[in-house]
Antibody, heavy 123, light 110 residues
């Protein structure tokens, strides 16, 4: 069974940093692109970042560009999101997603999303 | 900023067919395929359509998708109470170099 499980969420003050992790199982992790998306409770989905199968292609939403860094460690079946200079508007449930294929652009998108990890940015 | 436009709400009675639209532009749906996600209350999004009209395994045949020009649509036939959820379209935007979600449509089964 394909699973992606997020961790690392919590409460942080504005301006601080936080690192989210996502572990994939039930599939060949290094064959697939991976993504992060977020959702403010009661609001819509927002894509945050994506990384292709080997880390050679990365993309970010404008709202996080220059502050967040996505990375992956295929040996550990893990995806990461380093979140720096956190803002109150970054408060959301963060989802990890497995792409349908190895690349992150163009056609099919995420096949499976995890249950999410909650990030709260507040003083 | 939402560049993919969906109606905020839709409704139907059991057995009916409901269609949800997603309007984009030449840099997203016009050049790339559309995907659709179902989100039941308190759960993670679930893919119901990818590449305009392909159903992932396990998704009932009642769900179908189509695309014409810069717009995509999700149709749900034989509506059931369990279909009551939020539905989101998604597409890659070549100009923004980013994935976009529509604002979401809340489907109510009357």
């Amino acid at each position: 069974e394909v699973q992606v499980v997020e961790s690392g969420g919590g409460l942080k003050q504005p301006g601080r940093s936080l690192r989210l992790s996502c572990v994939g199982s039930g599939f060949s992790f290094d064959d697939y692109g991976m993504h992060w998306a977020r959702q403010v409770p009661g609001k819509g989905l927002q894509w945050v970042s994506g990384i292709n199968w080997n880390g050679g292609r990365i993309a970010y939403a404008d709202s996080v560009k220059g502050r967040f860094i996505i990375s992956r460690d295929n040996a550990k079946n893990s995806l990461y999101l380093q979140m720096n200079s956190l803002r109150p508007e970054d408060t959301a449930l963060y989802y990890c997603g497995k792409d349908i294929g190895p690349v992150i652009t163009g056609g099919p998108f995420v096949e499976y999303w995890g249950r999410g990890t909650l990030v709260t940015v507040s003083s | 900023q939402t560049v993919l436009t969906q109606p905020p709400s839709a409704s139907g009675t059991p057995g009916q067919t409901v269609t949800i639209s997603c309007s984009g532009s030449g840099s997203n749906i016009g050049r790339n395929t559309a995907n659709w996600y179902q989100q039941l209350p308190g759960t993670a999004p679930r893919a119901v359509i990818f590449s305009n009209n392909q159903r992932p395994s396990g998704v009932p045949g009642r769900f179908s998708g189509s695309k014409s020009g810069t717009a995509a649509s999700l149709a749900i036939s034989g509506l059931q109470s369990e279909d009551e959820a939020d539905y989101y379209c998604a597409a890659w935007d070549d100009s923004l170099d980013a994935w976009l979600f529509g604002g979401g449509t809340k489907l109510t089964v009357l």
